[in-house]
């Protein structure tokens, strides 16, 4: 499952956080499916701020996928860029690039490129990749959205007529994180996500990749 961006760390996390509490819920499947958790689960999270090894993490998930016949990966498009462009630069081969000079994620593929590596690791007869950029920009709106929706909207309008600019959102830089016109010098991309965050280091420590 690859969440598109380059600077996706939360998103990919917090992605799998919810996978995995919306899995736990479910109590009823169809018939014939294999309603095992286990199966069912995040195996792997892969993020920009975490090192990846994939020789480590193949040894590791090839455990996994003996005993469940299928590994479930959640990574970042711009994870592992690092590896694949030190693995391109050894071959001898020309690591794309757009005018700024990032290396272009869409030619090189992060996904399918770890996809085919893993299976070779795992030993899995097939890999699909799926990217949820696409489905995340399709789906309805939920009450969480919704409610942030109408916050953001009602302090947009406010702002409009005070004759504040800025970008409407929840700044977290201040005290109960508020809704508000985030001065538009403050937004910029790049910011790495906090794996210190107690969540994180729980969800990785429950699905195995790191121990306790």
Sequence with gaps: HEVMGRD?????????QCYRENILKKQVF???FN???????????????????IE?????????????GCVNVFMSEGSGVHEIVAE???????????AFGHVTLAKINPGQYFATRLA???????????????????AAA?????????????VGVKSAIDGVSGCMGEDED????PVRAIEFERIKGGKPFDTTQEWFKTLLVDIGQVKN
């Design 8 to 16: 996706s760390g939360y998103l990919t996390s917090w992605t799998a």
């Design 142 to 154: 939920n009450e969480y959205d919704q409610d942030l929706i109408g916050r953001c909207a009602e």
């Design 56 to 68: 480590a993490e193949g040894a590791r998930l090839k455990e996994i996928m003996d005993e469940c």
């Design 174 to 177: 201040k005290e109960g994180a």
């Design 88 to 98: 391109m630069e050894r071959d001898g081969k020309e690591v794309p690039r757009d």
């Design 120 to 138: 070779g690791l795992v030993g899995a007869e097939k890999a699909l990749v799926q990217k949820s950029g696409y489905y995340g920009r399709s």
């Design 35 to 53: 309603t095992s958790m286990r199966t069912r689960d995040v195996h792997a999270v892969w993020i920009p701020e975490n090192p990846l090894d």
């Design 30 to 32: 169809p018939e014939g």
